[in-house]
């Protein structure tokens, strides 16, 4: 496996530039998921380094190589598509030699890998199988072996699960994290589904319009979240609108004065996880913000409650479902503090 870096990538189609100033480093044997909405660019950074677009800037090292202009066939990575892209007229056992071939790799050993890797998914029993004769999950495990097959120097992902069902996702999900960890595979996995990228990650690289927003850990990413779209995208996030108007001081522009952890600076957002807050007929700690339940919905694990501050703002908490919660449920109409801690809220400044 390798090492991945990237240097201010850019890719301009016509007018409009798809992404822009991209750079990261991935470590050998690490897995990135690339997250964002439709349209951020995900894909296109991906087909860039496997080698199907040329970039209009920036360059690709694979293993300390420049590769930006070097063809797709011999840079040596191996591809994952969303929708498998097997031969239908091959079968399982020939779908995997396929690559092995072009690459000239003689048939002993071309058996020999194809074994392995119809092993390494649990495909072995379906080896003489046509694509059609089998179902998409197993479709995609074949998929997945094909890929791994060549033994390539970066493994590449480009939204694998989204043609599976809820359960299959979980399934092959896991099996590509244990594969990539037993084999130490360097790979970058991209998702529009925020859980599947927490869940999957060792670090996750948010884009945005073309752009970088923040690369982390999965929870740092989401404790700590840079800006605005990051703290939306990942999870949900009630936001206040207001000022410091001294240190650890942020009034809201409904005239509520909230306890924050940080300097005076020229933040004018603050946001808190609906996790974090918690609810209490008594005023407890820094920030207790009296209103009324406005709504409380009951989810199993957790309730979603909704509370009209007074001063107009609305907050949703996320209450987990306990002993005590479930022996005396929230109701509509009640009278309320909404509480959270100085260290939960976020400050923003843009
Ligand atoms: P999705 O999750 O929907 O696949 P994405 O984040 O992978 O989205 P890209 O497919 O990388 O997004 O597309 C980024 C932008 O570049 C989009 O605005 C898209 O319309 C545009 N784009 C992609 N390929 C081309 C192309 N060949 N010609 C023109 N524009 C393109």
Avoid: W
Avoid at 154 to 172: G, H, I, M, Y
């Amino acid at each position: 496996m390798a090492k991945v870096s990237i240097d201010r990538l850019k890719k301009q189609f016509g007018p409009s530039v798809a992404v822009s100033d991209f750079s990261l480093d991935i470590a050998d044997g690490e897995l990135v998921a690339f997250l964002g909405p439709s349209g951020c660019g995900k894909t296109t950074t991906l087909r860039m380094i496997a080698g199907f677009i040329e970039p209009t800037e920036g360059s690709i090292y694979i293993g300390g190589d420049d590769v930006t202009h070097v063809p797709v066939h011999k840079r040596n990575t191996g591809m994952v598509f969303q929708r498998y892209a097997l031969f239908p007229h091959m079968t399982v056992a020939e779908n995997v030699a396929f690559g092995l071939q072009m690459r000239k790799i003689p048939a002993a050993e071309r058996d020999k890998r194809i074994g392995v890797a119809l092993d390494m998914v649990r495909m072995t029993q379906f080896r003489d199988r046509y694509p059609r004769q089998l179902s998409g999950g197993q479709q995609q495990r074949v998929a997945i072996a094909r890929a791994l097959a060549i033994q390539p120097k970066v493994f590449l992902l480009d939204e694998p699960l989204s043609n599976l069902d809820a359960k299959l996702r979980l399934d092959v999900r896991e099996e590509i994290r244990s594969l990539q960890r037993d084999l130490g595979l360097t790979t970058i996995f991209v998702t529009h589904d925020q859980e599947e990228a927490l869940a999957i990650s060792d670090r996750m690289a948010i884009m945005y319009d073309g752009k970088v927003q923040q690369v982390g850990p999965p929870n740092f990413l989401y404790e700590k979240p840079a800006n605005l779209f990051v703290a939306d995208f990942l999870g949900k996030m009630n936001f206040f609108d207001g000022r410091m108007t001294e240190a650890s001081r942020f009034n809201t522009d409904n005239g509520i004065a909230l306890t924050v952890d940080g300097a005076i600076s020229s933040t004018n957002k603050v946001g808190v996880r609906p996790e974090r807050v918690s609810l209490s007929t008594e005023a407890v700690g820094h920030n207790a913000l009296p209103g009324i339940v406005e709504s409380a919905v009951y989810l199993g694990p957790v309730i979603n409650v909704r509370v009209r501050l007074d001063g107009g703002d609305v907050i949703g908490c996320q209450l987990p479902n306990t002993a005590e919660s479930a022996s005396r449920p929230v109701m509509a109409g009640a009278r309320i503090h909404a509480c959270f801690s100085p260290e939960d809220c976020v400050v923003f400044s843009e």
